[in-house]
């Protein structure tokens, strides 16, 4: 029973991100730390290894590496946070390290990256210059939820199905 109540109160925690990312370009602080915690607790109750989060953690210092090097040979500063990564992308970035194994999440992250911009291609009005990249990576992670709760076996704390398809033991 709590297992469905923790899935449900995600859900509508992450359709308020969708919504407010979408509509104002900004979401409360307390909804992002209300979906922390929830995420922490699911953590806790799966199968999830902490060295998990630390290999999660490290790709996404690796992406934001990436984009202080691209934000510097673009404008000459060294800080991206204006324009190019907001401050909710990071905070939904914090909170996703906790739902996935390291291959999954690298496939969820780069996957909702590109439903991210194919969604704000389509929704968009054409008049704002950026993607509300933490909503749409919300409502990625509720579809994961949504296929989960439906029936979907797919364990996201298991890199196993990735290991035999790259063909064998790392």
Known sequence: MLHWIIEGVLL???????????????????????????????????????LFLGMNAGFIVLQLVGVIVFSYLKTKRLYPFTGIVGMGDLLMWGILIFGFSPFNFIAFFIGSMLLALVLHYLFSKRTSPTVPLAGWQAFSYGVVLVMQIAGWSYNFYSDDPWIKLLGGEL
Do not use: N
């Open 12 to 50: 509508v925690l992450l359709g308020v991100i969708l919504v407010e990312d979408v509509r104002h370009r900004q979401v409360y602080l307390w909804l992002f730390m209300a979906t922390f915690l929830v995420m922490l607790y699911k953590f806790w109750q799966s199968d999830g290894e902490l």
